[in-house]
């Protein structure tokens, strides 16, 4: 199956689902646009179990370039998300903390977030919706983060839910604010999250006040086990 190229003005550019439950492979969503948010593939409120899914090129001028999962419960094996853009938050998914969600075997690789200061998520962006019982859980697995870009957490930027993440590797992301920010790796705010056997090696926070090249954790519960964290650097501390 191939999404690709379409262009939507105010909603979602590529493919977007409510409330369904189905089995996805092999499917290519790319090249789409969307002058609202989430360009890509919009789930909400749906279940699905993807295999082999490839989210590229897909760009949106608020949030969400490659798409966006909200609420529900899916699976996805061999995610690859590549080469994404938000001129907002999310240059990859953007995933709200009232989503129960299992990614395995991802690569997400060269996502940007183009927003100001207080956007992030290069590659994922999971934001608090206020909306969850507090039992929800995001768990990525197996999983690779290279090269993504943005002002706060580059790899990932947590502001809610409850993540685990084992057996993964955060590699070359770069926060590009100019001053101030936080996590070019990692940033992780006002949840709960576990690391174990988690790599994070040569991510770099170019601000002149940027804080945690590597991973930076506020107000956060956090548990690191096995984890190892590697050439990482950032100007402020």
Do not use: C, K
């Not at 006040?209 to 548990?223: K, R, V």
Request: proline share 0%; no cysteine; charged share 15%.
């Amino acid at each position: 199956v191939v999404v690709r190229q379409n262009t939507a003005v105010h909603g979602r550019g590529g493919i977007s689902t409510d409330g369904i439950t189905g089995t996805w492979e092999n499917v290519l969503i790319a090249d789409n646009e969307s002058g609202g948010t989430t360009a890509g593939m919009g789930l909400s409120l749906s279940s699905i179990h993807g295999t082999d899914i490839e989210l590229r090129g897909n760009r949106s001028l608020v949030n969400a370039g490659a798409g966006s999962i909200y609420g529900g419960s899916s699976t996805f094996s061999t995610l690859r998300v590549i080469g994404n853009e938000a001129a907002g938050e999310a240059g990859g998914l953007q995933i709200s903390s009232n989503s129960t969600l299992q990614i395995s075997d991802g690569l997400f690789q060269g996502n940007s977030s183009l927003g100001g200061s207080s956007a992030g998520g290069g590659a994922i962006r999971i934001y608090d919706s206020n909306q969850g019982t507090g039992t929800e859980q995001i768990d990525i697995s197996d999983s690779q983060f290279i090269g993504n870009r943005a002002f706060n957490g580059a790899g990932i930027l947590q502001e809610g839910g409850d993540l685990t993440l084992s057996d993964s590797a955060f590699v070359g992301n770069e926060s590009t604010s100019p001053n101030t920010g936080g996590g070019a790796g990692l940033y992780l705010t006002g949840a709960t999250a576990s690391l174990m056997r988690v790599e994070v090696r040569e991510n770099l926070g170019t601000g002149t006040n940027f804080n945690g090249g590597g991973l930076y954790a506020s107000n956060q519960t956090l548990d690191v086990q096995q984890s190892r964290f590697i050439g990482n650097q950032s100007r402020h501390g």
